[in-house]
């Protein structure tokens, strides 16, 4: 049976995320009917490029949405929160890419590799929230473990590049890099410290209970989107001075006997996951490798021999494709195929 061709809109369009989802768009072969390209009113009279024609960005307002089909979000939570109810009215389905609906019960929250089926949940508010992108890679390499051997507790440390942020973060880097280098005073807007040639443990605000938010996605995001609260996980994000790829320390306990190798081979036939792990001739994932593409590496696989049934493994994927831009048009697929 043909995929229907839909009306598709983009809010935040011009950002460092929107721009990636038209390229997924055009990559994946979306069945894109028209296209509407929304952000604020700076940006309106703008021309973007889709499939060789110029758009031209309007501004996004409560009727952007009438006549739409789907609405992929990525323009910043309070945006979210205002306009995804007025597209739900217009009966066009909001894919969120911010945090504001992630954890409203009515609104599923979806990796396509692990949870496909709540894809279904948008009926309730036609919402879906996209997850935050540490959480997503994290769980298409946690999935497939979980599954096999229940994951009892999860460590992770986070290196996370500043397109995250978005281009006034991707900016600022280069910026401080290159006053940094010529001697030149440093100038700091968006990071409370410099992150040119450092590194900040300090990613979304900080919470009563000392963790940033983000920390606090990491566990609440994994738990909804992998159905399963007793997995006990605690984190520690932190910002590097890389541009794209997100990296992660990953230690695992679980229930059931594993061993390296036995999580190698399961890891090697994962949706999602490409497996990296040659440290003898210096082969393991590295974001400078990661970056524009859409799977999730993993490697230096090994058992942590200071507990029983523990094991480490590196993981690092494209936060602005699967960790953003990818996920949300891969929800919007499901949606395209299975229900639209
Ligand atoms: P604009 O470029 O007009 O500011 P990034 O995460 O890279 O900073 O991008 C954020 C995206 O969200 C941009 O497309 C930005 O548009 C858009 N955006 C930010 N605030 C609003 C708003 N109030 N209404 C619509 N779009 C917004």
Redesign the pocket.
């Known amino acids: 049976m043909a995929v229907k061709e839909l009306n598709v809109a983009v809010?935040?369009?011009?950002?460092?995320?929107?721009r990636q989802m038209l390229a997924c768009l055009e990559e994946r072969n979306f069945p894109v009917k028209s296209i509407r390209l929304?952000?604020?009113?700076?940006?309106a009279g703008r021309k973007l490029t889709f499939r060789g024609r110029e758009v031209v960005v309007e501004?996004?307002t409560k009727d952007s949405f009438a006549g739409m089909d789907v609405a992929l979000f990525?323009?910043?939570g309070?945006?979210s929160t205002t306009f995804a109810p007025f597209a739900a009215e217009h009966g066009c389905v909001v894919v969120d890419n911010s945090s504001a609906w992630r954890m409203d019960p009515d609104v599923p929250l979806v990796v396509p590799e692990v949870n496909p089926d709540a894809v279904a949940g948008y009926k309730t508010r036609h919402i879906i929230a996209n997850p935050n992108c540490s959480t997503i890679q994290m769980v298409v390499a946690l999935n497939p473990i979980h599954r096999a051997y229940r994951i009892k507790r999860v460590v992770v440390s986070t290196y996370q590049a500043v397109s995250g942020?978005?281009?006034?973060a991707i900016k600022e880097l280069t910026a401080q890099t290159r006053a940094r280098l010529d001697d030149k005073p440093v100038e700091k807007a968006v990071y409370p410290h410099q992150i040119a040639f450092n590194c900040l443990p300090h990613i979304d605000v900080f919470q009563e209970n000392g963790y940033t938010r983000e920390e606090m996605k990491m566990l609440n995001e994994t738990r909804k989107i992998m159905a399963d609260d007793t997995i006990r996980l605690t984190a520690t994000t932190v910002r590097v001075p890389v541009y794209h790829g997100h990296s992660e320390s990953i230690n695992i306990e679980t229930e059931k006997p594993m061993t390296a190798d036995g999580v190698k081979a399961l890891l090697g036939t994962a949706p999602g996951v490409k497996v990296l792990d040659d440290p003898e001739n210096n082969i393991y994932p590295l974001p400078v490798d990661a970056a524009g593409s859409d799977w999730t590496y993993v490697g230096r696989i090994r058992e942590d021999e200071s507990i029983e049934n523990g094991l480490n493994m590196w993981v690092v994927s494209d936060n602005i494709r699967k960790g953003a831009a990818t996920n949300t048009v891969q929800i919007a697929e499901i949606l395209a195929a299975e229900y639209l």
């Open positions: 809010a935040g369009a011009t950002g460092a995320v929107g929304l952000a604020s009113s700076r940006s501004e996004l990525s323009a910043g309070g945006t942020t978005g281009m006034k």
